[in-house]
């Protein structure tokens, strides 16, 4: 969240550009969600919703926190999918496509990652929202 939300309440784009997303992905996925508030009014054509609300629920069912690694150790895409509910299906497939980086250790016959590499990985990584807690 960058900035401070508007005091009367704020539209989807308002809300999107705040939380760094697609309006679209506002619009099409997340303000449907069961969870999502009720609209507070209208500004324009637009629905404004209360921004605590809005916080709430995207806290609750869209942002997926990061588990803490040890920066050290080696982790396989497995053990990955373990602690993030990425599977491990989706790790190799971004790695080949570029979007996740190459193995800090590909010597054995699974590929590992360390917990710093997985964590800066993470960090950048978009959560989707299709996979989003109900």
Known sequence: MVDTPHSEGETLRDIAARHGRAYDTL?????????????????????????AAVD???AEHFT????????????????????????????????????????DDASQMANRWTGTTITTALTGRRHDPRTARS
């Open 64 to 103: 997926r926190s990061t588990p803490a690694f040890e920066p050290g150790r080696l982790y396989t895409a497995r053990e990955i999918s373990d602690l993030t509910g990425i599977s491990a299906a989706t790790i190799r497939a971004d790695v080949s496509k570029g979007r996740w980086p190459a193995p």
């Open 56 to 58: 709430t629920v995207i």
């Open 27 to 51: 619009r099409a996925q997340w303000s449907r969600h069961p969870a999502w508030p009720a609209p507070i009014g209208k500004r324009g054509r637009s629905y404004i919703y209360d921004p």
